[in-house]
């Protein structure tokens, strides 16, 4: 569990943008570690946690799209039933909000990686790695 940098991305909501984005990042040679989308009616916000965030965020600066950085909390956890439930109840107990979350798993994988942006990261962080009081 740690506490990381996510970018978010602002670009027109038509064809080719996403894969404008992932062949600048592939040629940097960085890596996507998480990613997703939404979308609205005329743009569409990209968020990722990326190997490099520092250069990510230079690169698409350079290439004049609108980038916002954020911390949000990545998770390396079991991929149980219950396990989400356990770490929103902890949140919740400490009165942190969840902003919003994305995740992906194999349906076999014993693991997964989950992204949190709370309220307020760092207390997140400090109250998810103390040791379970249940």
């Given amino acids: 569990m ?10 027109d909501n038509k ?9 600048a990042l592939a040629e940097a040679k960085i890596n996507i570690y ?5 979308d609205t009616v005329d743009h569409n916000v990209i968020r990722m946690v990326v ?21 949000v909390i990545l998770i ?3 991929n149980r039933p219950g396990s989400l439930g356990r770490i929103a109840q902890r949140l919740a ?11 992906a798993t194999s349906p076999k994988a ?7 942006r709370a309220s307020n990261p760092k ?5 998810l790695n103390s040791p379970d009081p249940a």
């Fill in 110 to 116: 014993r693991a997964g990686v989950l992204v949190i």
């Fill in 34 to 38: 998480a990613i997703t989308t939404s």
């Fill in 51 to 71: 190997s490099d965030p520092r250069r990510a965020l230079l690169l698409f600066e350079e290439r004049g799209a609108m980038v916002v950085e954020s911390d």
């Fill in 2 to 11: 740690e506490l990381t940098t996510q970018l978010a991305l602002f670009l």
């Fill in 93 to 103: 107990d400490a009165r942190i909000n969840i902003e919003y979350a994305y995740c």
């Fill in 15 to 23: 064809p080719g943008s996403l894969a404008r984005v992932c062949d």
């Fill in 123 to 127: 207390r997140a962080l400090k109250v």
């Fill in 76 to 78: 390396h956890g079991d």
